[in-house]
């Protein structure tokens, strides 16, 4: 920041951080095609790197957040807890005469 700040490089300093769950991270896959991926964002780099670059313009709605749409793995997600209710349910029922 302080090298982008002097001058001394025209390339700003990444300061996003990503984590990735329940997966190995990094691998050959984007981490577009991850399960789950979150990506923080330090208001106070951003705004240091906006302070230097000029490009100062901060307000709370300039933060967004996004949350991923259902897709098919969340609905598999959901069959999946609809089964383990329903084998636990079995598992509960006293067993047939015989």
Known sequence: L????????TTPPPFEIFFCF????PDQKPK?????TVQVVPVAA???LEMF????SWSADSI?????HPDLKDK???????LHQ???NQQQLPPPPA
Do not use: N, Y
């Open 2 to 9: 302080i090298l982008f700040q002097k001058g001394q490089t």
């Open 22 to 25: 329940g997966e190995e991270w």
């Open 32 to 36: 577009e095609k991850k399960l789950i």
């Open 46 to 48: 951003r705004l240091l």
């Open 53 to 56: 670059s000029g490009e100062l």
């Open 64 to 68: 967004p957040l996004q949350i991923s």
């Open 76 to 82: 598999m997600v959901e069959q999946f807890k609809e």
């Open 86 to 88: 329903l084998w636990q």
